[in-house]
């Protein structure tokens, strides 16, 4: 009897328990629907603190933004440096209420730096005068040897960037402002092969620093320690002051071959690219990694990011160029 009475309680029990749960399950479905008629899940975004608007489609936006950052806008633009990046929050959006991705785009793209490459073709290492593109400074070069010009083995071609553009000069005025004239002394005793030799520096690839190699700033600053002794110390590299999130770029194109987080002996979090003939640059106090080890990167793309980790005292870079494991001084070569 008594466990008849027991069943019978376990089962009104169970029957109620169904009840509640089915209940809570239409009152679930009722506010689902309910806010499906009156709202739809958006993502609001905000820029370095600032609210800017609302977005329905996240990654279409940040596509959009990440190939401006690596184009611009096309012409000679080689990349535009972003001080800082949307964050998204995904929320509930009334369907009256309209997302302005056209409008958080620009205000995005606004704060940006953009970089310009071109060429600069030299005589005897002074520049002399600029071009769109390689293909017009080689043809440059090119004619000039086949006229003879006199300067031919003191040309070279220096890969550039800045942040304002300049005039190019067409390859016919190039041409005719490089032309020197070769005059052959009027003499039966000595011919012009006679003529001094000077350095011949090849005009076939791009002049480069005394490095081998051309490099840009990874970032934008305020140099704010400069190389050598420091604190009683030798400070291997060059503190830039940036704000906390700043794009870093490769200086230079490479294979990463460290890109750590954690204290790393004072640098923090860093990352270390191998850019061949025992050159190496060393990026570190990131606040975060854009890359990994064995990584492909190209110069001027973005790596990491400004911050403040390991031995700092505020977010800035520390920039390092080595050469055979031999530290150089930075402002030699870029800033």
């Known amino acids: 009897m008594f466990i008849i009475k027991v069943l019978k309680k376990g089962l009104i029990f169970f029957r109620t328990s169904i009840k509640i749960i089915v209940l809570f399950a239409v009152a679930a479905l009722l506010i689902i629907g309910a806010t499906s008629i ?3 899940q958006t993502y609001s975004v905000t820029l370095n603190g600032q609210f800017l608007g609302y977005t329905e489609n996240k990654s279409e936006l940040q596509t959009r933004i990440n190939e401006y950052i690596n184009n611009g806008n096309g012409g000679n633009i080689a990349f535009v440096q972003v001080d800082y990046m949307p964050e998204y929050q995904l929320c509930l959006l009334k369907k009256g209420i309209v997302p302005n991705d056209e409008e958080i785009y620009q205000t995005v793209i606004s704060q940006g730096t953009v970089y310009y490459k071109y060429y600069a073709l030299t005589d005897d290492g002074e520049e002399k005068v600029y071009v769109e593109n390689y293909k017009d400074a080689e043809s440059i070069v090119n004619q000039l040897k086949e006229k003879n ?5 003191e040309l ?11 005039e190019y000069a067409s390859v016919e005025k190039s041409v005719e402002e490089l032309y020197e004239e070769v005059v052959v002394p009027k003499t039966t005793t000595q011919t012009a092969s006679s003529s001094v030799k000077k350095t011949i520096q090849p005009a076939s690839s791009p002049v480069k620093t005394s490095l081998g190699i051309s490099l840009i ?3 934008s600053g305020t140099i704010t320690s400069r ?26 194109g490479g294979t990463v071959t460290i890109a750590k987080y954690g204290y790393n002996g004072g640098y923090g979090n860093y990352v270390k690219i191998n850019h061949g003939n025992g050159i190496e640059t060393i990026y570190g106090h990131c606040s975060a990694l854009n890359t990994s080890v064995g990584k492909k990167v190209s110069q001027g793309q973005v790596i990491a990011y400004v911050g403040s980790t390991g031995r700092s005292t505020g977010n800035h870079l520390h920039f390092e ?14 800033y």
């Open 321 to 334: 160029i080595r050469v055979n494991g031999t530290a150089r001084n930075p402002q030699n070569y870029v």
């Open 149 to 153: 010009s006199k300067n031919k083995e």
């Open 227 to 252: 190389f050598g002794s420091r604190w009683g110390r030798g400070h291997q590299g060059i503190d830039i002051g940036a704000p906390k999130g700043t794009s870093i770029r490769a200086a230079a």
């Open 38 to 40: 009156f709202y739809k």
């Open 217 to 219: 700033k990874p970032v």
């Open 156 to 166: 070279g071609i220096i890969e550039k960037y800045g942040t304002e553009e300049i």
